[in-house]
């Protein structure tokens, strides 16, 4: 089997000062010509979030909603927690085959197998809680994700039983924007101010709608 993955990420929702949350969207497709068994996709959550660095911006993070499997083919594991000790060497591989092997990293129960030219989505949103002195700046999250094919399903992972692996990552940029808008005429404070952008030309035509993801 040959397997192809893609990891995307919401656009942050802010939900109190240094407080966001956001969905991460991963997509394992069976690209190869044979069954793809005991799928697996898995994410180690200490690891986005810079967990295992004394300076990191991350003050801690949660699962604000459980994972779900799009269509079904693939179970989604109860045993699922994102937490476990950072492997940064294999964390920053280039080796789709470098896979955590704790079982609690792995967001599907791995008792299902994708068919050639099957798909699956599994979708989980994670609450972020920056650090004090972090809140205010700007943050790169870079959340990397794989999905791996195994020979036997086993309670925890070993990477001699993987028949097939991809990784991706998905970069999260968090800004907390700060500032005080004021009258031009009496140079007070304007209390719930609301400022709007607007593109006021293009170079690429017709000037278009300014997306949140481009103000930043």
């Known amino acids: 089997p040959v397997l192809a993955l893609t990891h995307k990420a919401s656009v942050p929702r802010r939900i109190s000062r240094g407080v966001y949350e956001l969905d991460y969207i991963l997509t394992v497709t069976n690209t190869g010509k044979v069954t793809a068994p005991n799928v697996r996709v898995i994410q180690n959550l200490n690891c986005a979030f810079d967990m295992d660095k004394p300076d990191g911006p991350v003050e801690a993070w949660s699962l604000a909603a459980a994972p779900t499997s799009g269509s079904g083919k693939l179970g989604v594991s109860k045993i ?101 808008v004021y009258n031009a005429a009496t140079r007070q404070p304007v209390a719930g101010a609301v400022v709007t952008y607007t593109r006021q030309s293009c170079s690429a035509g017709v000037p278009g709608p300014i997306t949140a993801e481009e103000i930043f």
Do not use: M
Request: hydrophobic content about 40%.
């Open 80 to 180: 699922f927690t994102g937490r476990a000790a950072c492997n940064r060497e294999s964390y920053e591989s280039g080796d789709p085959f470098e896979v955590p092997e704790e079982a609690v990293l792995s967001l599907t129960n791995g008792t299902s197998a994708l068919a050639p030219g099957q798909s699956e989505t599994v979708r989980l949103t994670v609450r972020v809680t920056e650090k004090l002195q972090a809140t205010g700046g700007r943050i790169t999250l870079d959340n990397k994700g794989w999905a791996a094919a195994f020979a036997h399903n086993n309670v925890d992972l070993a990477s001699a039983q993987i028949l097939a692996a991809a990784a991706a990552s998905a970069k999260t940029l968090l800004v907390d924007p700060q500032g005080v």
